[in-house]
């Protein structure tokens, strides 16, 4: 049974079928950097991302289907700080690893599961949201 999210039917949230097809894109992002053939790191990646399915404070959105593979995926998590003036409730969102298969970029993916995301955090009341992009390797040398 999918979970659709808002307004967005494109965007779900993760279920642990997802699991291989979620470590192939969150590798994806280190694919320029990956010189030895270590990947003893893809194994945790699986054990964390497995875990973070199931938690409260995460929330891990792909667009796709998985049988085909998943085109994007997100991952939000909400982190419980103490409570001051400029932070009501303590809680801030973190948007991270927003990844979007090279064959299906430039088709507002990314930004559907910002937005979805975005709504997850507003229903739970983060008081603020951290949103840090990542550039992609060959961005660095276009003009």
Not at 15 to 43: G, H, M, N
């Amino acid at each position: 049974m999918r979970q659709r999210t808002g307004d967005r039917p494109d965007v779900r949230q993760a279920v642990e079928y997802d699991l291989v097809e979620l470590v192939r894109l969150q590798a994806s992002l280190f694919e320029f950097t990956r010189a030895s053939a270590d990947e003893e790191w893809l194994d945790a990646l699986a054990v964390v991302l497995r875990e973070q399915l199931a938690m409260d404070s995460v929330r891990v959105l792909v667009v796709g289907d998985g049988h085909d593979g998943l085109a994007a995926c997100g991952i939000g998590a909400i982190e419980q700080r103490l409570p001051g003036p400029h932070l009501p409730n303590g809680r801030i969102g973190h948007v991270i690893g927003v990844v979007t298969d090279p064959a299906h970029r430039r088709r507002g993916h990314d930004r559907s599961i910002r937005r979805a995301l975005l709504d997850w955090f507003r229903e739970r009341e983060v008081a603020r949201v951290d949103l840090r992009p990542s550039v992609a390797p060959q961005a660095l040398t276009e003009t």
